[in-house]
């Protein structure tokens, strides 16, 4: 697991790019230039790990755009010792995103190969996580609630349990749409009757699929 200064001059060329972009948070900001993406990806792919791209990892998914991991962490606005739901743990990038802003994860993925394999990378890398094997549809309602819930698949919709299990005045961000086109949406739980909804753009995310593979 070499981070060596070249892949964090990378990081900094990636993090002044995600600035011209748009991306305003210093934390979040601070965490990409921190994260060494390239160790989240099979080494053939590390050439490409610090441009601002989604690339392929186990089981047809794939590592989110370091400007959509970027982007979605800004929308959380993470406080210390947050608890955060993610679904779709994936390469485990945006969990380390997380991590480093202070957030505790409770993080799930269906896929069991990506499942296995990220849970062992992050506690080599020192992240301290709690991994699940599941169905994101359907949140992990014996830890909860939480401060805040990522989403990150394309959703056809808010899944109603992942809302029961978000605290009063908590943030759910995830994208929502068809398999082409995603609009990246924040939810607000006002109470337990009353949410508020913005539409932050579109993006394109893999699909978030039901049950376990
Ligand atoms: N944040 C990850 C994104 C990976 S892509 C990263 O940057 O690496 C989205 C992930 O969501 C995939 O790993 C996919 O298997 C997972 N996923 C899709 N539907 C899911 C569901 N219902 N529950 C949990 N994970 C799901």
Redesign the pocket.
């Known amino acids: 697991m070499i981070d060596n200064y070249k892949h964090k001059g990378q990081r900094v060329k990636l993090v002044s790019e995600l600035r011209q972009k748009g991306i305003t948070d210093e934390a979040v900001l601070k965490a990409i230039e921190k994260v060494p993406r390239h160790l989240?990806m099979d080494s053939s792919l590390e050439i490409h790990a610090y441009l601002d791209k989604a690339l392929p990892?186990a089981?047809g998914?794939?590592?989110?755009q370091p400007y959509t991991?970027a982007f979605q962490s800004q929308l959380l606005s993470i406080k210390k010792n947050d608890k955060v739901l993610e679904?779709?743990?994936?390469?485990?990038?945006?969990t380390a995103i997380l991590n480093e802003l202070g957030a505790k994860i409770f993080t799930?993925?269906?896929?069991k190969e990506?499942f296995n394999n990220t849970q062992v990378l992050l506690r080599k890398m020192g992240y301290i996580v709690n991994s699940f094997y599941?169905?994101?549809?359907l949140g992990l309602p014996t830890y909860g609630p939480f401060d805040k819930i990522i989403i990150?698949?394309g959703a056809p919709y808010i899944p109603e349990q992942l809302i029961l299990q978000l605290k009063n005045s908590g943030l759910l961000v995830a994208p929502i749409g068809n398999t082409n086109s995603q609009t990246m949406k924040v939810l607000t739980k006002i109470d337990e009757n009353n949410t508020v909804v913005k539409d932050y753009g579109n993006f394109v995310?893999?699909?978030?699929?039901?049950g376990k593979s």
């Open positions: 989240f990892i089981s998914q794939t590592i989110s991991v679904v779709g743990t994936g390469s485990g990038y945006q799930i993925e269906r896929q990506l599941g169905d994101g549809y990150t698949a995310f893999v699909p978030m699929l039901k």
